[in-house]
Structure formats: C-alpha cells, structure tokens
C-alpha cells in the first residue's frame, strides 16, 4: 500500500503499464504477429509511449530479470546455493557458481530475454523519426522514447557481452532473408554499445518523467563502458590510450554528479516504500500485477514471510567476514545480510551463520542476500511489487573515485567519503595509501556497498584474469575465516579458460547456422 503522494502516483504508473501492455498483448498474437514490429505503433504518441513501456517490460520478464541476477550474481565467484540440492555438489554450484560454467537453462533463457528486448528497441529505433531541433512537446516525446530505446539497447548489449564476450549483433530487424547472425567480436559490440549511449544521452530530455531514465543513466552507462575498455587493452580503439579512457570515464561520470543525491536510511533503498528516490538514477518498475515479478520468492530467506519463498542466494561466509571486519559497525550490514530471523509461520528462530558458529551444512553455513527480499513477513502473494534499481548515484560516486584515483586528480577520497558518511563511516586506510593500496580499497567498497546488485562479476573481472583470480578467487579458496570447509564451501575454479564468460548458448548455436560454438 503507498501511503504518500509519489507513492500512490508510482503505484498508479505501474497500473498504467499494465493496461498499456495489456492493450499490446490483446491486439495480436505476440509470438505470430508481433505488434511493436507494426511502424504504426510510432505513429502517435499513445502508441509510442505503449511500445517504449512494452520495451521496459520485457526486461522485467522472469528470464530477463530474475534469471538475470541468478546468472550475473552466479558467475561472480561470491555466492553459493540450495538450490536444486542442499549440499555444495548441487548442480549449479558445481558449475556456474564455482567457475565452470556449462550449458544451462538459465542462461539460455537469460539470453533469449535479452535479445528479446533487443529487438522491441531496434522496431523503436527504425520506426521513431528524431527531430534535430526539437520544438514541441510531441517532438520532444518522441525524440525521448527513441533514446530510451537506444539506451536500453546498449545496457543490454553491454550486459550481454561482458558476459559471453563475441556475440551476434542485431542492430536491425530480422527478415525471411536476414534470420541469422555471425558473432561479432566484443570490440565491436562495446563499440555499438558507445554509440548507442551517445546517441541516447543527446535524445534523452526527460519527457516521459517520473520512473524512466533521464539522459545521466546514459551518461553514466558510457562512463561504466569507458571503464571497461581503459582497463582491457583488447577492447580499446588502437587511436586512444588507457588514460584517454579514464578522461572520458570521467568526463561522462561528472555529468551526473550532483544530479541525485544520497539517501538517509541505506536500507529504505531495497523497498517497496521508497522507489524512484533520489538515489535512483536507473529502476525498473515492477508490479506484482503486471510482471509476476518472483525476485521475491526465489531470494527471500526460507520461511521469511507467508508465501513460498526459497532464498536461493546466500553470500560466501568469508565475503561476509571480510566485510565485518572492514566496518564492524556498518549499517549496510543489516540491510545486505541476513542471518538471524523468526520463522514467519510458527515463529521458530531461524539462524545461519554468523548468528551460529557451526557450518555442517550448506543452508546453515552462510548468510543469505537480503536486498531482494521482500520485506513483508505477511506478505502471501507469490510475487512482488519491489521495484529492481539498476544504476544507482552510490555506485556513480564510487566510479568517480576509482577514475579520479587513475588519474590521480586528488578528488577520489572526497567522492568516496561521500558514500561512506551515509552509513556512518570514515575511509579505510587503504584509501590513504598509494594508488595501488586506494584501487584495492575502492574495489572492496563496490562489494561492500552494491554486492548482489549485478555489477560484481563485471567489476571483479574487468582488469583481467589475474586480478580475478588474486582479488576474488583465491582469497576465496584459501580464506581462514572463517575456514575453508570443503563440506561446505565452494572450490572456485583457477583455470582462465572457463572463469572470465559463458558459452554460447546450445539453443543459439542448434538454430543459427553461422555459429558453430
């Protein structure tokens, strides 16, 4: 229930999504006859803004969100699962989430929902006509929806080949002569992808207003992309340096400083009381009406409230510690972790570890991610209506002081305190030292301030597979606290040929004939 004013209007634009994508659904056969590939669509701006909202609620389909994280958060190296067998030889910890991934259905439906959305935006992209010098309100609108339907695109792009690296690139429409594609090299898709964000950046006014990016989330994408490619030489264009790329980095990132702002209570940013705050920069709306949204169910902890619920991502128990060492204190704890709870139903204390010392068994001996739960315990629906935020203004401030730590401009611990006096906190040491001891801290505070958010196996991978395996995997497999147990502790794998992407997909590689693996 919205008890304020911008609530109760979030609440209202969510049920307007739903009408709008039930008005798509119901006009023709989705699977036969897709409507957004009709150019009337775009006509008008009704029409328009119902495609733009069918764009957005394709990446809030349970393959495009929920198995999203699954697959984003599995690949990371700082998780481990229940799922499909409480013992640490399940299927998935066995493999996506000890480094050696196979094919799976996650990520074959991961895929497809992607390139699902992928396809909602080049229909946008082809059909929208942009005005240059827009004078009107309807061209003002129509040159928004088309920037969100390239922003889209490039987020979804750069997701995709951080992930599998060489994908194919559809930036068309599919036809009886156009149905497949050969991979592009990853080069090439950060290359669309920055065009794609630059181009969104200068579309992007505003216009759809409330719950929609702004033209920062743009800005803030190509400064995540810039990142990437000063820290990977094989990405780059051969015509520019690695501190050309932390210059642009920066240069898009101070776009968006100032334009949000921090909120007060850390916690109040992972529910359903407090969407599209002043921190957002990047949320997608979820309604439990129009979405079936399960992030609710499938990562709150067991028997947390009412409904079905499976808590299937419990956080390692030595990220865990690394943490509370760090910041003994922190409040983010508390909103990050769960681990000590009351059985919603018959009230029965429910413990992992750290609440108990003993790890005899996967479900017992580490944390659960909590930012996805739903906070309700009497909540009895098995989906939910919490908004998922995407890019956030912590993580921007964090990006500018790991670019400013590059560039060595002296503003990187100003940008860094900022996140940390939110909770309370003053800079670690390490953020005192050298540029080298500084880079090793800030990328321990983008674990401690966003893990499970979708970011971690990009920022623990994007300097390559040394620093992977010296900052991620083998503090992991040889941590003393609070004890590698190989009971109950997942090995991550060492070998570089399968811990840095994912295969192709089976189903891609069967049903396109220009890929052969």
């Given at each position: ?16 999504i ?35 909202d069918?764009?957005?609620?394709k ?5 495009s ?20 067998g ?79 690296s060489?994908?194919p ?35 992007i ?135 000590d ?37 009497t ?77 971690d196996?990009?920022?623990?991978r994007?300097?390559g ?41 089976q ?11």
């Amino acid at each position: 229930y919205k008890k304020n004013k911008k609530q109760k209007h979030m609440k209202n634009l969510k049920f307007t999504i739903v009408i709008i994508f039930g008005f798509l659904s119901s006009s023709c056969n989705l699977d036969e006859d897709p409507i957004f590939l009709d150019s009337t669509m775009y006509d008008t701006p009704q029409s328009a803004i119902a495609a733009l909202d069918g764009i957005y609620q394709k990446l809030t389909t349970y393959d495009s969100m929920e198995r999203r994280y699954w697959v984003n958060n599995g690949f990371s190296g700082l998780f481990i699962t229940h799922r499909q067998g409480n013992n640490v030889n399940n299927p998935h910890n066995s493999n996506l989430m000890a480094l050696k991934p196979i094919q799976d259905q996650d990520c074959e439906l991961f895929w497809k929902g992607s390139y699902a959305a992928i396809a909602q935006t080049n229909a946008a992209i082809k059909n929208i006509t942009v005005v240059e010098n827009p004078t009107t309100n309807d061209e003002l609108l129509f040159n928004d929806i088309a920037g969100q339907a390239y922003f889209v695109r490039a987020w979804a792009y750069f997701d995709l080949t951080r992930l599998f690296s060489d994908i194919p690139l559809w930036t068309e429409l599919a036809d009886e002569s156009n149905l497949n594609k050969a991979k592009s090299t990853s080069k090439e898709i950060y290359a669309q992808a920055i065009s794609d964000a630059q181009t969104a950046a200068n579309l992007i006014s505003g216009a759809r207003g409330t719950g929609y990016p702004k033209q920062y989330a743009a800005n803030m994408l190509l400064a995540k992309l810039y990142m990437t490619l000063a820290t990977n030489s094989e990405l780059r264009d051969e015509s520019l340096t690695e501190i050309n790329y932390w210059q642009m980095a920066y240069d898009e990132a101070i776009k968006v400083y100032g334009q949000y702002s921090l909120v007060t209570d850390y916690s109040s940013i992972f529910t359903d009381s407090n969407e599209n705050n002043s921190e957002s920069v990047f949320e997608l709306q979820i309604s439990q009406d129009a979405t079936n949204s399960q992030m609710g169910r499938n990562y709150t902890p067991n028997n947390y409230k009412l409904a079905q619920n499976f808590g299937w991502f419990r956080v390692h128990a030595d990220v865990f510690e690394i943490h509370r060492d760090m910041y003994p204190n922190d409040p983010r704890i508390e909103a990050t972790y769960m681990y000590d709870y009351t059985h919603a139903r018959n009230g029965n204390p429910q413990r992992t570890y750290p609440a108990i010392t003993h790890r005899n068994n996967v479900r017992a001996a580490h944390p659960f991610l909590f930012k996805f739960a739903e906070k309700d315990k009497t909540h009895s629906n098995q989906y939910n209506s919490q908004n998922i935020v995407i890019y956030r203004y912590a993580d921007l401030l964090l990006m500018l002081a790991e670019i400013s730590n590059e560039l060595q401009n002296g503003q990187q611990l100003g940008y860094v305190s900022e996140v940390l006096t939110r909770v309370g906190i003053t800079p670690q040491v390490g953020f005192f030292g050298s540029k080298e001891d500084f880079r090793k801290a800030i990328m321990n505070e983008y674990r401690f301030e966003l893990i499970g958010e979708g970011e971690d196996s990009h920022n623990s991978r994007r300097r390559g597979f040394d620093y992977f395996l010296n900052n991620t995997i083998l503090i992991h497999n040889t941590n003393s606290n609070p004890g590698f147990k190989p009971s109950v502790d997942i090995l991550l794998s060492t070998d570089p040929t399968g811990t840095m992407t994912l295969p192709i997909p089976q189903a891609e590689i069967n049903t396109n004939e220009l890929i052969d693996g």
